[in-house]
């Protein structure tokens, strides 16, 4: 006995990132600007959006801040980006919200990095040249780690060098006790 279906909420065909659908070009680029330019301060070319004002709350301000900036980054998925356009997204998205939540400093960051204009650049430059800033992408992602690797590797020597220096222990590459 066939029975008729309830309507679907999305049509057979439809994607919530098609551009005439919620994920519109006008949309993304008015959040964008809503987050990081809205306000400009008086007599200056300073600008700065709620991304700023909302990190100002101690704790989770930057938080929520990093909340609604993720509508970029879903919506450059739904709509098709390259996953290496994502990640470097997502990697603006991060220094935005971790370096932000440096008391003072950190709001400073927020207003100079401009995270969510960053990543309407970069969605946008995708939809009109999937291919041809790609490499850009691959040697931004490659600096990060990099710098990560450093970041990580400067404790490690520095306890190394500590305990050289305490016992005069040389240690030698796979052995932790050696002769």
Known sequence: MATQREPEILPPGSRIGAPDGLFRDENLDILSRL?????????????????????????????????????????????GARYVTIARMLVNLALDVIIGTVPFFGDAFDIAWKANRRNYALLTRHLEHPRRHQWRDWIFLAAVGVVLLAILAVPILFVTWLIHLAYGVKIQAGLPFGP
């Open 35 to 79: 987050l990081d330019s809205w306000f400009r301060i008086p007599g200056t070319s300073i600008r700065f959006g709620l991304d700023g004002i909302i990190g100002l709350i101690p704790g989770i301000g930057d938080i929520l801040a990093g909340l609604a900036s993720t509508i970029i980054i879903i919506a450059a998925w739904a709509r």
